[in-house]
């Protein structure tokens, strides 16, 4: 059965310092992948995914991943953190529309 | 565009009360819906999906149950909530009628349930 991985529950970075959050992913055939930020208290917002064809996927608000299939992992990168990235990160790997496995999050703190 | 809605934003009840936590969708039809529980410090827990009016498909036994009595319209209800109830329900939703496999999903603000 497919599931993810986020292995650093919580990470610490300096603003303006670059970024990389990593997840694994467990999944038999061709994985449809997601990442999703989510502000306390509120509710999960898209921030990439990745379907098929080139491995580097751009999303919103500057974030960048990249598919490594020998790797099974789908990490997530920024290059210059801003105050306001301070959040909750979930990677997500779909297997049908409603098959979505989320991993555990990492949390994400920006020191000024 | 679309816009997903839940209600109330915030929630505390009492032990054996009832509970009903409503979600809508705006800007499309027949939307595939969906129902999650996340706890603290953990990932989200599908709870249930809709694909259509009345259609329901439960993927974890609990005290809770789903119905969908308008095409955009899910609500989360149970008879009796329990302590272990507390958490942060998410209502989603994603487009029907293309691939599955590319549908993405889309959250609301979600509802934050205390069980006293």
């Known amino acids: 059965a497919q599931s993810v991985t986020q292995p650093d529950i919580h990470i610490t970075v300096s603003e303006g310092a670059s970024l990389e959050l990593r997840c694994n992913y467990s999944?038999?055939?061709?994985?449809?992948l997601f990442w999703y930020v989510q502000s306390p208290g509120q509710g999960l917002q898209l921030l990439l995914k990745?379907?098929?064809?080139?491995?580097l996927v751009q999303g919103i608000k500057g974030f960048e991943a990249e598919f490594k299939r020998s790797q099974s992992s789908f990490n997530l990168r920024k290059p210059s953190v801003h105050w306001s990235d301070a959040a909750e990160y979930f990677c997500?790997?779909?297997?049908?529309?409603?098959?979505?496995?989320f991993g555990a999050g990492t949390r994400l703190t920006v020191k000024p | 565009s679309q816009t997903i809605h839940q209600w109330p934003a915030t929630l505390v009840q009492p032990v054996g009360s009832p509970l009903s936590l409503e979600c809508t969708v705006e800007?499309?039809?027949?939307?595939?819906l969906y129902w999650y529980r996340q706890a603290a410090g953990r990932g989200l827990q599908l709870l249930f999906y809709?694909?259509?009016?009345?259609?329901i498909s439960s993927e974890v036994p609990q005290n809770l149950s789903a119905s969908r009595p308008q095409d955009r319209q899910f609500i989360l209800s149970s008879k009796k909530l329990l302590l272990s109830d507390s958490g942060f329900y998410l209502c989603?939703?994603?487009?029907?009628?293309?691939?599955?496999?590319?549908?993405?999903?889309?959250f609301g603000p979600g509802t934050r349930l205390t069980v006293l």
């Open positions: 990745y379907f098929s064809g080139d491995t």
């Open positions: 999944y038999g055939a061709t994985p449809y």
């Open positions: 997500a790997v779909g297997a049908s529309f409603y098959d979505m496995r």
């Open positions: 989603a939703w994603s487009p029907s009628g293309r691939p599955s496999s590319y549908n993405e999903q889309f």
């Open positions: 800007g499309t039809s027949n939307p595939n």
């Open positions: 809709s694909v259509g009016i009345g259609q």
